[in-house]
């Protein structure tokens, strides 16, 4: 493997900070839900890829029963002892312990290590920084101690469970699931209830996904991403009682929502209208890819972010305005918020000969109003995450 100049730096960085060099390189990369946005925590549809922006994790054994951390992000060293009960301390260490706590549990042999967290994926900004941390440390440990390779859902499995009972955020399971089964060129169609899944080819000649970093920041542990999800299950127990077959939002269709509108809190109405909607609107998407028919596409994006915006109410002004300006470039085919919301980033379909416009029109015009400079990044769906030895 070729390594770029980046991981060269961080590999420098680590046998400054740990005075050895890594044994395992690992790949991690970030992701973008093309469509498909807060279905997944209630059994839905969703169309997320894995994308070329990433978390790198550079790992060597250390002979102790002491995990040694050093952030290249944050600049940061930390280090926790694995013969003492780990704990839950609000830091990016979190995210390590918490994995490593689910490998134990399950059976696995962790040792001590030293790890260098590295890459260009931006933090809180809604591209999965978390997760590909995750999966991250779940590959890297299962390298080191000899694992290697773990059942793909058992470790898609282990990571999300690492996020909710360590961490502390009821995420569903998409994002460790993109991040471990992407496929170059291909976005991923998830049932989120069955988990099974389909890999749709993206064409990628004359169009590419642009995804504008809105300067905001969110955290997934937000009251109002909690909020969302109790919002839903609400819902999900307002149909159950009507019909114990429907056992989520999933089984809900649109004709059933209306005429139940008169006998439901309004704004549990408009939760579950977005969330049964936006699991309709994910099928039509990859059956317009299919065709291809990328017009259709862009539109069911446009509609995305305008239910994302006025029934589930996760957008901010940034997002909504990054979204306007998009639009108003020709050769955008559609764009909306990605991720969780409150904060984050937007996508957008763009043709490739328009993207220097759009990047110059959506860049100058939302410094010039929010005084933020946006950061873009031309995407490109990409492998999930991936290993090598040093």
Known sequence: MRLSEAVKREIKQ???VFARQPEILVLAPGRANIIGEHTDYTGGLVFPAAIDTRIDFLVSGNGSN??????????ESCEFNLDEKLKRTHHWSDYIKGVVCELKKAGYQVDGFNALIGGDLPIGSGLSSSAAFEMAVSEGCAQLFGYAPMDPEKQIKL??????QFVGV?????DQFIIRMGRKHHGLYLDCRSLEYE???IPSDD??????YSGVKRGLGATAYHERQKQCERGRLFFNALNKSLRSLRDVNEDLLQVSRENMDPLIFKRCRHVITENTRVKRAVEALRKPDMVLFGELMNLSHESCKNDFEVSCEELDLLVDLARNVPGVLGSRMTGAGFGGCTISLVARNRVDEFERYVGNLYNRTTGIVPEFYITHAEDGVSAVRL
């Open 199 to 201: 890999l749709i080819p």
């Open 14 to 16: 680590f046998k400054k």
């Open 207 to 212: 169009l590419v996904f642009v995804i504008v």
């Open 170 to 174: 009821s995420c569903g399971i998409m």
């Open 66 to 75: 002491t995990v040694r951390l050093y952030s290249d992000t944050y600049q």
């Open 159 to 164: 990571c999300r469970k690492a996020e909710n």
